[in-house]
């Protein structure tokens, strides 16, 4: 990916970018992640009743996951 002028510097400055800096959710996974959910979603300051996206893939839902986190936020609210 290239750029024609830096998109952090003044509009003079033509030097392309070199450094990016790409912000993550934290990430929580093992074998009791979802009974955890409920309790780092309030952390994070999600009001109940909020709506989410659960991003997932086939397998995920064939091997029951998707339903584990999905029943995990319902309960919660």
Do not use: K
């Not at 309030?42 to 029951?64: C, F, K, N, Q, S």
Request: net charge negative; hydrophobic share 45%.
């Amino acid at each position: 990916m290239a750029y024609d002028r830096s998109v952090s510097a003044a509009d003079h400055a033509l030097a392309p970018e070199s450094v990016w800096n790409i912000r993550l959710p934290e990430l929580r996974f093992g074998p009791d992640a979802t009974d955890e959910l409920a309790y780092q979603i309030r952390v994070i300051g999600v009001p109940a009743g909020a709506h989410g996206l659960l991003v997932t893939d086939e397998t995920l839902v064939d091997v029951g996951h998707a339903d584990r986190v999905r029943d995990a936020l319902h309960n919660w609210g």
